[in-house]
């Protein structure tokens, strides 16, 4: 079992940056390929992006430019980059792993949620 804790979330206004951050508990997180989600309020939850064991990065077209992820093995932990924030990316992000696919899209691929954190953005 991983438990996956995010943090960072909060209050900020349009074009602001803030960044979440994922701490794992996984023995072998360089194992794990790590993907951030989020969900609005009223909204399915969503793919926002994912960094493979190795650093290789993929996002979707509406973060393109704007978010980044990165990962630090050693500390077990896995950053989301957020700047030129817009009220649309009001969400509860939720961090997210798994050890069985490299590719995750969707919640079927996702083996490990983490509980979430709010980000809220105002214009």
């Known amino acids: 079992q991983v438990q996956l804790i995010e943090s960072g979330g909060g209050s900020v206004q349009a074009g602001d940056s803030l960044m979440l951050s994922c701490t794992a508990s996984?023995?072998?997180?360089?194992?794990?390929?790590m993907a951030w989600f989020r969900q609005a309020p009223g909204n399915a939850r969503e793919f926002v992006g994912q960094i493979r064991s190795h650093g290789t990065t993929y996002y979707a077209e509406f973060v393109k430019g704007r978010f980044t992820i990165f990962r630090d093995n050693p500390k077990n932990t896995t950053y989301l980059q957020m700047n030129s924030l817009k009220p649309e990316d009001t969400a509860v992000y939720y961090c997210?792993?798994?050890?069985?696919?490299?590719?995750?899209?969707?919640?079927?691929?996702?083996?490990?949620w983490g509980k979430g954190t709010l980000v809220t953005v105002s214009s």
């Open positions: 997210a792993a798994s050890n069985r696919v490299w590719t995750m899209r969707t919640l079927n691929d996702v083996d490990y």
């Open positions: 996984a023995r072998t997180f360089s194992d794990y390929t």
